[in-house]
């Protein structure tokens, strides 16, 4: 299905890397945060092309960044990097801002310029514990291998991106299908996706964060297939 934190990113490949393959790269970036947080920075007179030509890198410092901080929550570089940087997950946010033709309110410049513990967060913790176990059953639906370990090689044989989200909303349910075929009241509850019983098929919301997190992942990797998977611990019958 192809349609946006604490929930997985990753590449569908094969073969698998060698075991015992590793390899030391050594980082040539400076987070943004590091740089507003220069003296250079600070005396620069005109800040915003200052931060531009900083923060530029070629696409082999994008694909080390990526191979370093693979296990992303787990590892204190990617928490240290994305400070300040609008990952795709906040890609909704921006196009609402942009839309509406106003400047980010402060609660968002907030989001996107201070570390936040992620973990803390009860949705996203719940996304983070169990997207190893959605990854595995999506494995074995679709019969296939995800390899986390090479996020930016070129994928031989299938071609595509895989988004798990483990809501947190619908951590109870026990039919996935009928739950997410309810539509909310209110616009801003509707979720990624709802079963439709009138086409049978599950519909994508454009309109939701989620679609402009994964139509921004497609754009960024170049790839044209996003499988999205969404998962809830007591659903076996309909996993998506």
């Known amino acids: ?66 191979a370093a901080t693979v296990d992303q929550t787990k ?31 402060a609660s968002l410049m907030k989001k996107w310029t201070e570390s936040r513990g992620l973990k803390k967060i009860h949705s996203i913790a719940w996304g983070i514990g169990n997207e190893a176990t959605a990854r595995l059953e999506f494995e074995e639906k679709m019969n296939v291998k995800v390899n986390q370990l090479l996020p930016l090689a070129s994928p031989v044989g299938s071609d595509f991106i895989i988004e798990i989200k483990c809501p947190y909303s619908l951590r109870k349910t026990k039919y996935l299908k009928k739950s997410l075929s309810r539509i909310p009241d209110r616009k801003s509850e509707e979720y990624i996706v709802h079963w439709s019983e009138k086409h049978q098929e599950y519909i994508i919301s454009e309109a939701h964060d989620y679609y402009n ?16 998977v969404i998962w809830a611990p007591s659903d076996k019958e309909n996993p998506l």
């Not at 030391?24 to 920075?41: E, G, H, M, Y």
């Not at 990097?81 to 906040?90: D, K, P």
Request: contains cysteine; glycine residues 8%.
């Open 1 to 66: 299905m192809c349609g946006d934190g604490g929930a997985g990113f990753m590449w569908l490949m094969s073969p698998e890397p060698v075991a015992g393959e590793t390899s030391t790269t050594v980082l040539s970036v400076a987070a943004v945060s590091d740089n507003i947080k220069s003296s250079a920075f600070q005396e620069a007179k005109d800040k915003a092309r200052y931060l531009q030509d900083r923060v530029k890198v070629t696409l082999q410092v994008i694909k080390d960044v990526a």
């Open 75 to 105: 590892c204190p570089l990617w928490q240290h990097l994305r400070i300040g940087i609008i990952t795709a997950s906040n890609f909704g946010d921006v196009i609402k801002v942009i839309n509406s033709k106003r400047k980010p309110c």
């Open 213 to 228: 997190q994964i139509q921004g992942q497609l754009h960024i990797t170049q790839r044209e297939l996003c499988y999205l």
